[in-house]
């Protein structure tokens, strides 16, 4: 069976550097970062005192006001960045194509706002105090759902939960249902909103999270003084579209996506597979999936966690995959000015990685200052550069062992 192109003629976007996708990639390219002290937690209750958070984002913008109250922000993100994506694309969605227009939205934890909010009105007052609406605003799969309600999309409705790599792998399957025919149209991508008093607790207990205090160095990717990683917030989605679709109706192209690969390391819980193996077979076999050459990769958008072990481990991969090349590739890690969005992450980076194409430039690493002799390749270190980019690599990698790579490329 011959497999469908498919391209990318939509891009919304909500995140700790900007609320649409302009002011993200405007934000990005000019090294600006969105991290600063934390404001939905006590700081002084955890040794970690900054967060990546949204700033000004105003729900109702995007939906009723009594809809948004029965969504979890993780939710809401999600319903407002898939509403920017579908006006982007200029995509109609009526009842001629709506069974032929997916969703799938992936999410790493779901609502935990709503979580604790709920069991301690549990704890206070009983079970009759909580929401009849709890279960659905808790579920991770409720921004695919909800996204599909509010925009009429009827087609297949998904969410991949697999940690960091959400976002990645949904994109990634939501690409194989177009591929194989089974879709037009798809609504894909990840959004999270976990900066919460529990999950700040279990990655502050994990050791995960940075305890710099300085919000403008405590995110600093593949730098020999990194401390952990940055939580933050936001969500990212892309309209992937047949190419058929796409040039029926005259949409605009930002480009194509054509290889993914996943893998699980099948090693521990948190710890990535001893130098990368598993993240570099998921690099492999997406290239391998593209039809192209590892040389024709111009620019990978790391995971780049500014965790010890990830950042190290990464570039173990990428040398592992990409032997000589890898000195010649230009890698940098956005989180190190959106914060890590977990399994929004994936979806944010995309978005960055179609710009990336688009206007032929490559982001920085920011607060990248002392070189660690095990992180040794070109990190586009603290400004964007202004070069040809035809093929962009991005990668997830997630606890549990899940690994996620996209291939996008230029159209033609």
């Known amino acids: 069976m011959e497999q469908k192109r498919v391209v990318i003629t939509g891009l919304g976007a909500v995140s700790p550097v900007g609320n649409d996708v302009a002011s993200t990639w405007d934000s990005i390219v000019s090294g600006k970062s969105g991290i600063d002290t934390v404001t939905r937690v006590n700081k002084d209750d955890f040794p970690a005192k900054v967060a990546a958070e949204l700033k000004g984002f105003d729900p109702t913008l995007f939906m009723e006001k009594k809809d948004a109250r029965k969504m979890d922000r993780f939710t809401q993100y999600a319903v407002a960045a898939s509403k920017m994506a579908v006006e982007d694309a200029k995509l109609d969605i009526n009842d001629s194509n709506a069974s032929r227009v997916g969703v799938w939205i992936g999410s790493g934890i779901g609502g935990m706002d709503t979580y604790e909010e709920q069991h301690n009105k549990f704890l206070e007052r009983g079970y009759k105090r909580v929401s009849p609406f709890f279960v659905p605003m808790l579920i991770p799969d409720m921004a695919a759902g909800q996204v599909s309600i509010q925009l009429g999309a009827k087609g297949i409705n998904s969410c991949t939960v697999t940690a960091c790599a959400s976002g990645t792998n949904s994109i990634g399957d939501a690409f194989k249902v177009i591929q194989r025919g089974d879709a037009d149209c798809m609504i894909t991508g990840g959004t999270e909103a976990p900066i919460t008093n ?215």
Request: with cysteine; aromatic share 8%; proline share 4%.
């Open 198 to 412: 529990m999950a700040f607790a279990g990655f502050s207990s994990a050791k995960a999270l940075s305890t710099n205090p300085d919000p403008k160095t405590a995110s600093r990717p593949f730098d020999q003084n990194r401390d952990g990683f940055v939580m933050g917030e936001g969500a990212g989605i892309l309209i992937l579209e047949s190419l058929e679709s796409a040039l029926e109706r005259g949409a605009h192209i930002y480009g194509e996506i054509v290889g993914y690969g996943s893998t699980g390391d099948a090693h521990h819980v948190t710890a990535p597979s001893p130098n990368g193996e598993g993240a570099a077979r998921a690099m492999q076999e997406a290239i391998k999936d593209a039809g192209i050459e590892f040389s024709d990769v111009d620019y990978i958008n790391a995971h780049g966690t500014s965790t010890d072990l990830n950042d190290k481990f990464e570039t173990m991969a990428i040398k592992q995959v990409y032997g000589e090349h890898a000195y010649k590739l230009a890698i940098s890690s956005t989180k190190s000015m959106t914060g890590h969005l977990l399994g929004a992450a994936g979806g944010i980076e995309a978005v960055i990685a179609m710009k990336s194409i688009t206007d032929n430039i490559i982001p920085p690493t920011t607060n990248y200052e002392t070189p660690d002799s095990e992180c040794d390749l070109d990190y586009v270190p603290n400004e964007a550069r202004k070069q040809k980019v035809n093929v962009v690599m991005s990668n997830s990698l997630g606890f549990g062992g899940h690994n996620a790579s996209l291939i996008f490329k230029k159209y033609e």
